[in-house]
């Protein structure tokens, strides 16, 4: 008997792996056949359960391409959701406006590296923040979500493995990517080692870490 390669193992979970309920797996199932850059059907069913096991007040999300991921928060609690690129925020309000959820979903189109040292003074909070923005920010924009995470609030960070990438040597990724490489290395190593976090990286999606602030 042969053991399964963990391609194999994936391929078979994957079956598992539905779509989300009624129109938003709708929504869902249109965004991967046009390519669009939505998170994937393992990593929206796992925050779906933790946010049913969380039930949090307060949803922050940093990247909010066209919508999905924060449609999908907003049916727990109310979301504000950062995004910059003209073209997703059009889209975006478009399909909030389109499936009534644009009273849950506060938008503000800036820059995290604006917005977030504003919420800060502001002394917003938040039990739950979803990050999935530019990976070359994570590292940059960490420090004021921790300020604006309530303690016992969870954060997840998706996409922190670089398609696997971030487990090779730094000397065998080409030239161009090396920045972002070491970047990514170092944000997890200090997310998982941070006095105030309890932290796990899940090896679904493409890699997600998850924090809870002790």
């Not at 390519?35 to 796992?46: E, H, K, Y």
């Not at 049916?75 to 975006?92: C, D, H, L, Y």
């Amino acid at each position: 008997m042969t053991t399964p390669t963990w391609s194999e193992i994936l391929e078979f979970l994957d079956k598992f792996n539905g779509l989300q309920p009624s129109w938003l797996g709708e929504v869902q199932g249109q965004s991967y056949k046009e390519g669009l850059p939505i998170i994937m059907r393992d990593v929206a069913n796992f925050l779906s359960l933790l946010l049913t096991l969380k039930q949090p007040k307060n949803i922050l999300e940093i990247g909010c391409a066209e919508g999905f991921s924060a449609m999908m928060l907003a049916g727990f609690a109310p979301v504000t959701t950062i995004e910059r690129f003209p073209v997703m925020i059009e889209r975006a309000r478009d399909n909030f406006d389109k499936f009534g959820m644009a009273d849950r979903i506060t938008l503000i189109n800036e820059c995290g590296s604006i917005v977030l040292p504003r919420l800060v003074t502001e002394n917003k909070k938040f039990d739950f923040v979803f990050m999935d923005c530019g990976k070359g920010q994570y590292s940059r924009f960490f420090p004021h979500v921790l300020e604006l995470l309530e303690v016992g609030g969870i954060v997840c960070v998706d996409d922190v493995l670089q398609n696997g990438t971030l487990a090779q040597d730094v000397e065998t990724i080409p030239r161009r990517l090396r920045t972002i490489h070491r970047n990514l290395n170092e944000f997890l190593h200090q997310a998982t080692n941070h006095p105030q976090l309890k932290s796990t990286i899940l090896p679904i999606g493409d890699g997600l870490l998850v924090c809870t602030k002790i």
